[in-house]
Protein backbone atom coordinates (compact mmCIF):
# COMPACT_ATOMS: atom_id res chain seq x y z
CA UNK A 1 0.00 0.00 0.00
CA UNK A 2 1.32 3.70 -0.41
CA UNK A 3 0.40 6.80 1.16
CA UNK A 4 0.94 10.37 0.00
CA UNK A 5 2.43 12.98 2.51
CA UNK A 6 2.87 15.84 0.62
CA UNK A 7 4.71 17.14 -2.60
CA UNK A 8 5.30 20.75 -2.28
CA UNK A 9 6.04 21.84 1.41
CA UNK A 10 9.04 24.18 1.28
CA UNK A 11 12.01 22.93 2.44
CA UNK A 12 14.48 23.69 5.52
CA UNK A 13 17.39 22.74 5.80
CA UNK A 14 18.22 19.27 7.48
CA UNK A 15 20.40 20.66 10.29
CA UNK A 16 17.47 22.79 11.29
CA UNK A 17 15.28 19.45 11.26
CA UNK A 18 17.99 17.03 12.84
CA UNK A 19 18.86 19.73 15.67
CA UNK A 20 15.05 19.17 16.37
CA UNK A 21 15.15 15.91 16.48
CA UNK A 22 18.19 15.97 18.69
CA UNK A 23 16.41 18.02 21.38
CA UNK A 24 12.95 16.69 21.62
CA UNK A 25 13.07 13.15 20.12
CA UNK A 26 14.14 9.36 21.61
CA UNK A 27 15.41 6.52 20.23
CA UNK A 28 12.48 3.99 20.96
CA UNK A 29 13.81 1.89 17.94
CA UNK A 30 11.12 -1.02 17.19
CA UNK A 31 7.88 0.91 17.31
CA UNK A 32 5.68 -0.15 14.51
CA UNK A 33 6.65 -3.47 14.11
CA UNK A 34 4.31 -5.71 14.01
CA UNK A 35 4.28 -9.56 13.84
CA UNK A 36 1.38 -11.11 11.62
CA UNK A 37 -0.80 -14.26 11.91
CA UNK A 38 0.96 -15.52 8.76
CA UNK A 39 4.49 -14.96 9.89
CA UNK A 40 5.16 -11.65 7.91
CA UNK A 41 6.49 -8.76 9.33
CA UNK A 42 4.28 -5.44 9.08
CA UNK A 43 6.39 -1.89 8.34
CA UNK A 44 6.42 1.05 7.12
CA UNK A 45 8.94 3.12 5.20
CA UNK A 46 9.72 6.26 3.51
CA UNK A 47 11.18 7.31 0.58
CA UNK A 48 10.73 10.24 -2.39
CA UNK A 49 9.05 10.39 -5.54
CA UNK A 50 12.47 9.72 -7.95
CA UNK A 51 14.30 7.50 -9.58
CA UNK A 52 16.52 7.16 -6.67
CA UNK A 53 13.91 6.68 -4.48
CA UNK A 54 12.53 3.97 -6.64
CA UNK A 55 13.94 0.70 -5.05
CA UNK A 56 10.47 0.99 -2.65
CA UNK A 57 8.09 1.16 -6.10
CA UNK A 58 9.67 -2.11 -7.32
CA UNK A 59 9.98 -3.88 -4.71
CA UNK A 60 5.80 -3.28 -3.95
CA UNK A 61 4.75 -3.60 -7.36
CA UNK A 62 7.03 -6.85 -7.92
CA UNK A 63 6.12 -8.47 -4.43
CA UNK A 64 9.52 -8.52 -2.99
CA UNK A 65 8.88 -7.03 -0.23
CA UNK A 66 6.19 -9.96 0.40
CA UNK A 67 9.03 -12.38 -0.64
CA UNK A 68 10.58 -11.66 2.10
CA UNK A 69 8.38 -12.16 4.48
CA UNK A 70 7.46 -8.25 4.64
CA UNK A 71 4.40 -6.21 4.61
CA UNK A 72 5.09 -3.01 3.68
CA UNK A 73 3.79 0.48 3.93
CA UNK A 74 5.24 2.68 1.76
CA UNK A 75 5.15 6.67 2.50
CA UNK A 76 6.45 9.24 -0.17
CA UNK A 77 7.49 12.42 1.46
CA UNK A 78 8.59 15.61 -0.39
CA UNK A 79 11.89 16.68 1.17
CA UNK A 80 14.66 15.05 3.23
CA UNK A 81 14.17 16.26 7.20
CA UNK A 82 10.95 14.47 6.45
CA UNK A 83 12.76 11.18 5.95
CA UNK A 84 14.64 11.30 9.01
CA UNK A 85 11.49 12.78 10.81
CA UNK A 86 9.91 10.00 9.83
CA UNK A 87 12.41 7.24 10.81
CA UNK A 88 12.89 9.25 14.32
CA UNK A 89 9.31 9.50 15.22
CA UNK A 90 8.74 5.71 15.04
CA UNK A 91 6.17 6.57 11.93
CA UNK A 92 8.66 4.72 9.69
CA UNK A 93 10.90 2.55 10.29
CA UNK A 94 13.04 2.27 7.50
CA UNK A 95 13.90 5.68 5.22
CA UNK A 96 15.39 6.04 1.58
CA UNK A 97 18.17 9.25 2.22
CA UNK A 98 21.99 10.28 1.57
CA UNK A 99 24.67 9.18 3.75
CA UNK A 100 25.16 12.92 4.69
CA UNK A 101 22.20 12.82 6.76
CA UNK A 102 22.58 9.43 8.37
CA UNK A 103 26.31 11.15 9.44
CA UNK A 104 25.19 14.47 10.42
CA UNK A 105 22.30 12.39 12.56
CA UNK A 106 24.81 10.29 14.37
CA UNK A 107 26.69 13.68 15.02
CA UNK A 108 24.33 14.93 16.70
CA UNK A 109 24.08 12.12 18.52
CA UNK A 110 21.32 10.55 17.08
CA UNK A 111 21.70 7.00 16.54
CA UNK A 112 20.66 6.36 12.58
CA UNK A 113 22.23 3.12 11.10
CA UNK A 114 22.75 2.63 7.25
CA UNK A 115 21.22 -1.07 6.87
CA UNK A 116 21.41 -1.31 2.99
CA UNK A 117 22.23 0.05 0.04
CA UNK A 118 20.56 2.61 -2.90
CA UNK A 119 21.55 4.41 -5.83
CA UNK A 120 25.34 4.40 -6.40
CA UNK A 121 26.92 7.07 -8.71
CA UNK A 122 28.73 6.29 -11.26
CA UNK A 123 30.90 7.96 -14.09
CA UNK A 124 28.78 7.16 -16.47
CA UNK A 125 25.47 7.21 -14.93
CA UNK A 126 25.93 10.00 -12.37
CA UNK A 127 21.92 10.50 -11.20
CA UNK A 128 22.98 14.77 -10.30
CA UNK A 129 23.29 17.46 -12.58
CA UNK A 130 23.96 21.37 -12.55
CA UNK A 131 21.85 22.91 -14.88
CA UNK A 132 21.18 26.45 -16.59
CA UNK A 133 18.23 27.93 -17.78
CA UNK A 134 17.46 27.83 -21.46
CA UNK A 135 19.55 30.74 -23.15
CA UNK A 136 21.49 31.55 -20.21
CA UNK A 137 24.99 32.86 -21.03
CA UNK A 138 26.66 30.54 -18.09
CA UNK A 139 28.96 28.13 -20.15
CA UNK A 140 31.26 26.38 -17.63
CA UNK A 141 31.69 26.47 -13.79
CA UNK A 142 34.06 29.71 -13.26
CA UNK A 143 30.37 31.37 -14.90
CA UNK A 144 28.73 30.63 -11.81
CA UNK A 145 31.03 33.08 -9.64
CA UNK A 146 28.49 35.27 -7.58
CA UNK A 147 25.07 33.92 -8.80
CA UNK A 148 22.21 32.09 -6.97
CA UNK A 149 21.82 28.26 -7.29
CA UNK A 150 19.16 26.70 -6.01
CA UNK A 151 19.09 22.88 -4.01
CA UNK A 152 17.01 21.34 -2.69
CA UNK A 153 18.12 21.66 1.22
CA UNK A 154 21.74 22.91 2.56
CA UNK A 155 24.21 20.33 3.48
CA UNK A 156 22.50 17.68 1.26
CA UNK A 157 24.99 16.16 -1.43
CA UNK A 158 23.68 17.92 -4.01
CA UNK A 159 24.98 20.93 -1.96
CA UNK A 160 27.84 19.56 -1.10
CA UNK A 161 28.81 18.19 -4.24
CA UNK A 162 27.94 21.05 -5.99
CA UNK A 163 30.28 23.88 -3.44
CA UNK A 164 33.24 20.96 -4.32
CA UNK A 165 33.02 21.62 -8.17
CA UNK A 166 32.75 25.36 -7.40
CA UNK A 167 36.07 24.94 -4.92
CA UNK A 168 37.72 22.91 -7.63
CA UNK A 169 37.62 25.15 -10.24
CA UNK A 170 38.67 28.27 -8.36
CA UNK A 171 35.26 29.80 -7.86
CA UNK A 172 34.51 32.21 -4.27
CA UNK A 173 31.97 29.61 -2.59
CA UNK A 174 31.22 32.23 -0.21
CA UNK A 175 29.60 34.61 -2.87
CA UNK A 176 27.01 32.00 -4.10
CA UNK A 177 23.74 32.29 -3.06
CA UNK A 178 22.27 29.20 -2.82
CA UNK A 179 18.34 28.77 -2.52
CA UNK A 180 16.49 25.62 -1.11
CA UNK A 181 14.16 24.53 -3.63
CA UNK A 182 11.88 21.60 -4.69
CA UNK A 183 13.30 19.82 -7.45
CA UNK A 184 9.78 20.06 -9.11
CA UNK A 185 9.53 23.66 -9.00
CA UNK A 186 13.25 23.91 -10.94
CA UNK A 187 11.97 24.51 -13.69
CA UNK A 188 9.20 27.28 -12.81
CA UNK A 189 12.07 29.32 -11.65
CA UNK A 190 14.24 28.71 -14.65
CA UNK A 191 10.98 30.19 -16.68
CA UNK A 192 11.10 32.87 -13.79
CA UNK A 193 14.58 33.95 -13.58
CA UNK A 194 14.72 33.07 -10.04
CA UNK A 195 18.00 31.16 -10.23
CA UNK A 196 20.57 31.35 -12.51
CA UNK A 197 21.35 27.67 -11.96
CA UNK A 198 20.46 24.81 -10.38
CA UNK A 199 21.27 21.01 -9.23
CA UNK A 200 19.05 18.30 -9.77
CA UNK A 201 18.76 14.74 -9.61
CA UNK A 202 16.56 12.47 -11.75
CA UNK A 203 14.31 12.48 -13.31
CA UNK A 204 14.07 16.17 -13.14
CA UNK A 205 16.41 16.83 -15.18
CA UNK A 206 14.78 14.25 -17.80
CA UNK A 207 11.44 16.51 -16.94
CA UNK A 208 13.72 20.31 -16.99
CA UNK A 209 15.03 19.24 -20.54
CA UNK A 210 12.20 17.34 -22.34
CA UNK A 211 10.23 20.78 -21.23
CA UNK A 212 12.53 22.77 -23.03
CA UNK A 213 13.45 25.02 -19.86
CA UNK A 214 17.14 24.06 -19.26
CA UNK A 215 20.50 22.41 -19.99
CA UNK A 216 23.22 20.52 -18.08
CA UNK A 217 26.60 22.41 -17.20
CA UNK A 218 28.76 20.37 -15.51
CA UNK A 219 28.34 17.08 -12.81
CA UNK A 220 28.96 17.47 -9.44
CA UNK A 221 29.26 14.17 -7.80
CA UNK A 222 32.43 13.78 -10.36
CA UNK A 223 33.91 15.69 -7.36
CA UNK A 224 33.24 13.62 -4.99
CA UNK A 225 35.16 10.35 -4.69
CA UNK A 226 37.73 11.17 -8.26
CA UNK A 227 35.21 9.89 -10.42
CA UNK A 228 34.84 6.54 -8.77
CA UNK A 229 31.52 4.59 -7.19
CA UNK A 230 30.07 5.70 -3.91
CA UNK A 231 26.68 5.53 -2.50
CA UNK A 232 24.19 8.12 -3.49
CA UNK A 233 20.83 7.03 -1.20
CA UNK A 234 20.97 4.29 1.42
CA UNK A 235 18.40 2.91 3.14
CA UNK A 236 18.67 3.16 7.35
CA UNK A 237 16.82 3.12 10.48
CA UNK A 238 17.36 3.64 14.26
CA UNK A 239 20.47 1.73 15.97
CA UNK A 240 17.72 0.39 18.74
CA UNK A 241 15.57 -1.08 16.22
CA UNK A 242 18.19 -2.71 14.09
CA UNK A 243 20.13 -4.32 17.26
CA UNK A 244 16.73 -5.16 18.61
CA UNK A 245 15.10 -7.24 15.15
CA UNK A 246 18.34 -8.40 13.55
CA UNK A 247 15.85 -11.13 11.43
CA UNK A 248 14.04 -7.78 10.21
CA UNK A 249 17.68 -6.08 8.78
CA UNK A 250 17.86 -9.46 6.98
CA UNK A 251 14.75 -9.86 5.91
CA UNK A 252 14.48 -5.88 4.72
CA UNK A 253 18.05 -6.35 3.26
CA UNK A 254 16.95 -9.31 1.01
CA UNK A 255 14.08 -7.69 -0.33
CA UNK A 256 16.41 -4.77 -1.27
CA UNK A 257 18.75 -7.09 -2.75
CA UNK A 258 15.85 -8.88 -4.74
CA UNK A 259 14.82 -6.05 -5.92
CA UNK A 260 18.54 -4.46 -7.20
CA UNK A 261 18.98 -7.60 -8.90
CA UNK A 262 15.69 -7.02 -10.81
CA UNK A 263 16.31 -2.99 -11.44
CA UNK A 264 19.60 -3.07 -12.28
CA UNK A 265 18.82 -5.81 -14.98
CA UNK A 266 18.39 -3.79 -18.60
CA UNK A 267 15.52 -5.97 -19.90
CA UNK A 268 13.25 -5.04 -17.39
CA UNK A 269 14.07 -1.07 -18.57
CA UNK A 270 10.69 -0.81 -20.13
CA UNK A 271 8.68 -2.07 -17.10
CA UNK A 272 11.00 -0.29 -14.58
CA UNK A 273 10.03 3.16 -16.38
CA UNK A 274 6.43 2.45 -16.47
CA UNK A 275 6.01 1.97 -12.56
CA UNK A 276 8.42 4.88 -12.29
CA UNK A 277 6.16 6.95 -13.92
CA UNK A 278 3.18 5.65 -11.73
CA UNK A 279 4.67 7.02 -8.51
CA UNK A 280 6.15 10.35 -9.99
CA UNK A 281 3.97 11.42 -12.79
CA UNK A 282 6.47 11.59 -14.74
CA UNK A 283 5.74 12.77 -18.53
CA UNK A 284 5.99 10.27 -21.16
CA UNK A 285 8.91 12.65 -22.83
CA UNK A 286 10.96 12.82 -19.90
CA UNK A 287 10.54 9.09 -19.51
CA UNK A 288 11.74 8.39 -22.94
CA UNK A 289 15.24 9.96 -22.41
CA UNK A 290 15.67 9.17 -18.86
CA UNK A 291 18.94 7.33 -18.08
CA UNK A 292 17.69 5.07 -15.06
CA UNK A 293 19.97 4.66 -11.52
CA UNK A 294 22.20 1.79 -10.89
CA UNK A 295 21.48 0.50 -7.23
CA UNK A 296 23.70 -1.14 -4.84
CA UNK A 297 23.12 -4.22 -1.75
CA UNK A 298 25.69 -3.95 0.54
CA UNK A 299 26.75 -0.41 2.79
CA UNK A 300 30.57 -0.33 2.70
CA UNK A 301 33.05 1.49 4.24
CA UNK A 302 34.76 2.11 0.45
CA UNK A 303 31.49 3.60 -0.70
CA UNK A 304 30.40 5.45 2.14
CA UNK A 305 33.62 7.65 3.63
CA UNK A 306 34.13 9.65 0.24
CA UNK A 307 30.60 11.11 0.95
CA UNK A 308 31.12 11.74 4.75
CA UNK A 309 34.57 13.52 3.96
CA UNK A 310 32.95 16.29 1.51
CA UNK A 311 31.08 16.89 4.79
CA UNK A 312 34.10 17.46 6.81
CA UNK A 313 35.58 19.41 4.03
CA UNK A 314 33.10 21.88 4.29
CA UNK A 315 33.20 21.90 7.45
CA UNK A 316 29.77 20.82 8.08
CA UNK A 317 30.11 17.98 10.52
CA UNK A 318 30.22 19.17 14.73
CA UNK A 319 33.11 16.42 15.30
CA UNK A 320 34.88 13.25 12.89
CA UNK A 321 32.63 10.33 11.95
CA UNK A 322 33.81 7.06 10.64
CA UNK A 323 31.92 5.18 8.11
CA UNK A 324 32.29 1.81 10.06
CA UNK A 325 30.85 3.25 13.34
CA UNK A 326 27.16 4.12 10.54
CA UNK A 327 26.99 1.10 9.40
CA UNK A 328 24.67 -1.56 11.06
CA UNK A 329 26.79 -4.63 11.79
CA UNK A 330 24.22 -7.99 12.06
CA UNK A 331 25.07 -10.79 13.75
Same mark, same amino acid.
Given at each position: ???????????????????? *???????????????? $???? @?????? %?????? #??????? $????????????? %????????? $???????? #??????? %??? @?????????????????????????????????????????????? #?????????? @?????? %?????????????????????????????????????? /???????????????? /????????????????? @??????????????? *???????????????????????????????????????????????????????????????????? /????? /???????????
Amino acid at each position: MRRNLKRSAPLVAAFAALAL *LSACGSDDGGSGVSAN $EDGS @TSITIA %TVGSDS #GSQAFYA $EKQGFFEDNGLDV %TVKIVANVP $ELAAAVES #GDAQFAL %TSP @TSVASANAAGIGFQIVAGGAVYKEDNPGVWVMVPKGSDITDVKGLA #GKSIAVNALN @TMPHLS %TLATLDDAGVDIDKINFVTLDFTQVGQAFESGQVDAAT /VTAPFNAQIEADGLGS /VLTVPYDAVNDRQDFYN @TIWFGQRSLVEENPE *LIEKFQAAIADTNAWANDEANEDERKQILQEYTNLTDESVATLQLLQFGDEATEEMLQPVIDVMSRFN /VLPKP /VEATDIIAQID
